[in-house]
T-cell receptor, first 113, second 113 residues
């Protein structure tokens, strides 16, 4: 399974943008890049995903490098509620229901008031 | 639409006792998963079920058994609990593995003394 590398922790100030990086140098052509986050004492929740093009939704933006070996999750204006652990995961739809998602340790984001 | 539900929310067991963690989803999802999360760690896949009637081992299956009772329900059984199984257990489901996001339950906090 292709692996991802993320910084252990990052800090941001409230209402400032946050860029969370993820390296995935062994990504295959069919892997989608997914981001999840886990708020304290909760299960992970889906944030965004993409394949090649940059993606936007109401929660965040995903910027994918042209060679797809790295990506960046962008929170445009961090709030205290965005303090969480953020996971970058690669998913291969060709595996169908047999895929085994691999969650690393993720990046713990601290948002300062 | 309750999403993914898990019971119980908390459980304390003595070493050697057995118990079953229950998980149900009402989203008509095909694939279901069991993860464990130890303090300060990412999620590790225990078992998964790609579709009704099938189950397969994940990263850390030893000491656990699972049953995919029907499309809605996926249970995790600890036959003889050990202190090393103290963890938070998350169940998740997905409609179609690959592109679509996983939905997670709220978790079961298990302590084995």
């Amino acid at each position: 399974d292709a692996k991802t590398t993320q910084p252990n922790s990052m800090e941001s100030n409230e209402e400032e943008p946050v860029h969370l990086p993820c390296n995935h140098s062994t990504i295959s052509g069919t892997d989608y890049i997914h981001w999840y986050r886990q708020l304290p004492s909760q299960g992970p929740e889906y944030v965004i995903h993409g394949l090649t093009s940059n993606v936007n939704n109401r929660m965040a933006s995903l910027a994918i490098a042209e060679d797809r070996k790295s990506s960046t999750l962008i929170l445009h204006r961090a709030t205290l509620r965005d303090a969480a652990v953020y996971y970058c995961i690669l998913r291969d739809p060709i595996q169908g229901g047999s895929e085994k998602l691999v969650f690393g340790k993720g990046t713990k984001l601290t948002v300062n008031p | 639409n309750a999403g993914v539900t898990q019971t119980p929310k908390f459980q304390v067991l003595k070493t050697g006792q057995s118990m079953t963690l229950q998980c149900a989803q009402d989203m008509n999802h095909n694939s279901m998963y069991w993860y464990r999360q130890d303090p300060g760690m990412g999620l590790r896949l225990i078992y998964y079920s790609a579709s009704e009637g099938t189950t397969d081992k994940g990263e850390v299956p030893n000491g656990y058994n699972v049953s995919r009772l029907n499309k809605r329900e996926f249970s995790l059984r600890l036959e003889s609990a050990a202190p090393s199984q103290t963890s938070v257990y998350f169940c998740a489901s997905i409609r179609l593995a690959g592109v679509y996001e996983q939905y997670f339950g709220p978790g079961t906090r298990l302590t084995v003394t």
